[in-house]
């Protein structure tokens, strides 16, 4: 199993461009988490997905971001337009159902200059 | 929100040493967890705890969940410079998974 995977793991952009940050869940798991981790905030829940539809977005902190997920084995966040204070370590995470058993990426480093 | 207040936020101990850390809520959760994150990975799963009341250990690790589900801590016995890493705790009721500031844990040889 090789476990949830993330791309990139780097993401260097200029203020004003769109990221988009891919994960690939566990097969098999039905339940998937975006989060987002900085120091000052430590980990936020931004998105969580149950058999691909979005069930609680409330962490979402703007318009800028979304997240789709178009099938069981695949989600995108997206960020139009990046700001600085996006810089940030995003981790996608899955799991099956009500498990809490969640199973972290090795994240995304985001980097807005 | 719920909140989860962790301490301390870092700890500075000699291998061998033992290491106890805390987490408590204002806010009641069904399940408590313990996690662990090394540097550039995301966090890993250490002890799950179900129960209020419930002690459970994982080798060197044990973990409690408190008897008001509002709080847990988790002890680490004998350290060694592996476990150097962050330790968040973490609430979790129905899909929600809230998680601590993290405690900064570093084991000098």
């Known amino acids: 199993d090789a476990g949830v995977i993330q791309s990139p793991r780097h993401e260097v952009t200029e203020m004003g461009q769109e990221v988009t940050l891919r994960c690939k869940p566990i097969?098999?798991?039905?339940?998937l988490f975006w989060y987002r981790q900085t120091m000052m905030r430590g980990l936020e829940l931004l998105i969580y997905?149950?058999?691909?539809?979005?069930?609680?977005d409330s962490g979402m902190p703007e318009d800028r971001f979304s997240a789709k997920m178009p099938n069981a084995s695949f989600s995108t966040l997206k960020i139009q337009p990046s700001e600085p204070r996006d810089s940030a370590v995003y981790f996608c995470?899955?799991?099956?159902?009500?498990?809490?058993?969640?199973?972290f990426g090795s994240g995304t480093r985001l980097t807005v200059v | 929100g719920q909140q989860l207040n962790q301490s301390p936020q870092s700890m500075f101990i000699q291998e061998g040493e033992d290491v106890s850390m805390n987490c408590t809520s204002s806010s009641i959760f069904n399940t408590w967890l313990w996690y662990k994150q090394d540097p550039g990975e995301g966090p890993v799963l250490l002890i799950a705890l179900y129960k209020a009341g419930e002690l459970t250990s994982n080798g060197r690790l044990t973990a409690q969940f408190g008897i008001t589900r509002k709080d847990s801590f988790l002890n680490i016995s004998a350290s060694i410079p592996s476990d150097v890493g962050i330790y968040f705790c973490?609430?979790?009721?129905?899909?929600?998974?809230?998680f601590g500031a993290g405690t900064r844990l570093t084991v000098k040889p």
């Open positions: 973490a609430g979790y009721n129905n899909n929600d998974m809230r």
């Open positions: 995470a899955s799991s099956i159902g009500d498990n809490y058993g969640y199973t």
């Open positions: 097969s098999g798991h039905n339940s």
């Open positions: 997905f149950n058999n691909n539809v979005p069930i609680d």
